[in-house]
Every structure is written in C-alpha cells, then in structure tokens.
C-alpha cells in the first residue's frame, strides 16, 4: 500500500509511436497490479495514436496509481530520466511500451522486494512470446533463483554477470538507493548498456530470477531495431 515514503515499486514506461502495442503492453500490466504500484508513462511527443490508446484504455479502467506525462520528443534516456524524477517507490523497473510482461511479474516479483533485502533483483526474457513464464497451479513448479552477495569490496561473484553481458535494462528491478542520482545519458545510442553494469558495483546482495517474465518483441520501428 502507498505509504509515506510512496509506492512500494514504480513502473516507468516510456513511449514513442506505439500505437499498435501500447494496448498490449498496458493490459499486460495491469493483469495482477497491486496498490503496492506506480505505473508512470511518458509520452516523447509521439505523432501517431499512442496517446489517445493509452488514454482509451484508462478511460475502462479504474486506477489511481498512474502518472501520464506527455512532453516533446527528446529522445529515450531523457523520457526515462523524466519517468525517473516523478517516480516515488521503493524499488524502480521499466517496461518497454511494445513488451509483454508475463500475468504472474507482480505476483513473483513484489514478495521479493517487500523483503527489502535485495538491491538488485533479475529476471530473463524471451524474444518468443509462447516461452513466456506461465505458473501452472496443477504442477509443483517452484522458481529457480539465487542470490549473488557481494562482500569487503570483493566483486568476484559478478563476473558470470559480467561474462553473459545481459544488461536489459527491463530486466532488472532497482533499489533506488542503488540508482541515487545516477540518470541514463541523454541522445546516446543503447543508454541502459552505459547505465546498468555501473549500478551492480554498488550492490551488497541480487537476487537472479531464471524463469522468462519478460516478452520483449523484435519491432523494426523501436529505437534498439532502428539506427536513425
């Protein structure tokens, strides 16, 4: 529940020209939301429908924990940073505004954060949407997770992080202790490879999630698909 230092976990969402996902996206969210989130959406000055779809789905639903920011275009890392300065919770995610989030992301994640034990905490996603993490309640199937610990300065346990280089940024759920002021680089090319390794150097324990909980679709008009 909202508390006087704010929401448990915010959801930034930056969006550009995503008129035939953000729907989707949005609904995928809100699947199993709890009032323990934020969900902030900026608008970087998109020039097709993505703003009235988005607000064509608030008008069915009922929800009090969402922030709708709408600026001109300027680029990824500056709408991220915006998302950033407006963003109230303990914890901080992103979603991209053309991706899928799997109906069990709040479900598995929010315990895990309500511990208050992880800086850190990952999943991993799928470029196969039929792969995405469905529980199935008739099986006794349980996460595969563990935790990295980092000690005395000593940042050895990070080199299998470092080796694999998965530095998705939707991946990954941040203590905003561990953010602090750190902000992406504006008008830089792949902004969250800058800003991920950095923030695991200030870490003392991450909690790595194996199951796919994030559906990140290839669109051939998003900015990691399209060099101009």
Known sequence: ????????????????????????????????????????IVNDGSTDLTEERIKA????QNCNNVKYISHKNQGVAITRNVGLTHATGKYIGF?????????????????????????????????????????????????????IILTNDNYAPLIPTFRAG??????????????????????????DVI??????????TILKIEQKLYFYRVNDKSITENII
């Open 95 to 147: 979603v991209d505004s053309d991706d899928i989030v799997c109906p069990d992301y709040f479900t598995i994640l929010l315990p895990k954060l309500r511990a208050g034990k992880y800086d850190i905490v990952e999943f991993n996603l799928t470029r196969d949407i039929h792969n995405l993490y469905h529980h199935k309640p008739d099986t006794e199937d349980s996460l595969v997770q563990h935790e």
């Open 195 to 204: 800003f991920c390794p950095f923030q695991y150097f200030k870490c003392h």
């Open 1 to 40: 529940m909202i508390n006087a230092s704010g929401y448990l976990l915010s959801i930034i969402i930056p969006a550009y020209n995503n008129a035939e996902f953000i729907t989707a996206t949005l609904a995928s969210i809100h699947q199993n939301i709890t009032d323990d989130v934020e969900i902030i």
């Open 166 to 191: 998965q530095w998705h940024l939707v991946t990954k759920i941040f203590h905003r202790d561990v953010i602090g002021m750190d902000r992406f680089e504006e008008y830089r090319r792949y902004e």
């Open 57 to 60: 789905f608030y008008r069915e």
